[in-house]
């Protein structure tokens, strides 16, 4: 397995993992519902949209590199790859690999800023209902 | 929304665990192995989208519904108003505080679902990746 892969990998890894123990204390917090939670959720939520703001860039290049890799795929038909194995076209099918390593970057780097989104309107929704139970009660 | 948001998210959380673990058991496996792997995430991710997109299907419908409610309570308001004009505000900053948390809540469930969806999608994409590497690797070697 390629070098690259392996840290394409870990990096994927190491991504997920950030998420998967910030949601898991999101969860924590939401489930708590303790007097601080609102204030705990708000500052959460002022550190997610930072992180949102600070990706945009990197979501737009992202989302360039996904179009590209469409028509790309157009291009490389099962046909032609059939094709390329059987007289061993090694140039055609790395580049047929950089590109489909490229797409799988671009697809985490996506799915990352959407866990971000999920997390940014998950907290809104949760300071919101908090804000209509206390209009309720007065 | 039929799952209260914290669920939704330790659905969510669960998704990205299941990728990393099939991202790193990719990296070990056979051809064969990785191709049922592969057919796993594109069905996976096929589910995942087709239930984004019937959602914001169903997002039109409620939209449509929620004017005429809207509607029928404005009616309402007014002759509340009529009735009693400090009353009638309250009801009304409730009420605008109660929908707008709902549609909140409504759009924190789509972005889970979304995210939810990428996840699948980059799982696919990276077990392409893997694959394809791998097909480039046999091809030089021979």
């Not at chain 2, 108003?81 to 009420?95: F, G, I, Q, T």
Request: proline share 0%; glycine share 4%; with cysteine.
């Amino acid at each position: 397995m390629g070098q690259r892969i392996d840290q394409f990998c870990e990096k994927l890894r190491q991504k997920l993992t950030i998420a998967d123990s910030g949601l898991d204390g999101l969860k924590a917090k939401i489930e708590a519902n303790t007097t601080q939670a609102a204030q705990d959720v708000q500052s959460h939520l002022e550190r997610v949209q930072i992180r949102i703001e600070q990706g945009r860039s990197k979501v737009s290049a992202a989302q360039a590199d996904i179009r590209d890799w469409a028509d790309q795929r157009k291009a490389a038909t099962k046909a032609n790859i059939a094709d390329w194995k059987a007289k061993h076209d090694v140039a055609r099918l790395e580049g047929r690999a950089d590109g489909a390593e490229r797409y799988a970057a671009a697809s985490i780097d996506v799915a990352v800023a959407a866990i971000d989104e999920a997390e940014q309107a998950s907290l809104e929704g949760w300071l919101a209902r908090v804000d209509a139970d206390a209009a309720q009660r007065k | 929304m039929t799952k209260p948001l914290s669920q939704q998210l330790a659905d969510l959380s669960g998704r990205a665990k299941h990728a990393e673990d099939a991202f790193g058991a990719a990296q070990k496996e056979a051809h064969d192995k990785i191709e049922t792997r592969k057919q796993q995430a594109r069905a996976a991710a096929t589910t995942a989208v087709e239930k984004v997109n019937q959602e914001v299907k169903s997002a039109g419908d409620n939209a449509a519904r929620d004017w005429s409610t809207v509607k029928a309570k404005i009616a309402a308001d007014m002759n509340a108003l009529k009735a009693n004009v400090a009353e009638a505000k309250h009801k009304h900053d409730v009420k605008h505080a109660e929908s707008h948390a709902d549609r909140l809540e409504w759009e924190a469930g789509f972005a889970i679902d979304y995210a939810i969806a990428s996840i699948e999608q980059a799982s696919l994409a990276v077990l392409n990746a893997i694959d394809g590497r791998a097909q480039a690797e046999q091809a030089k070697q021979r």
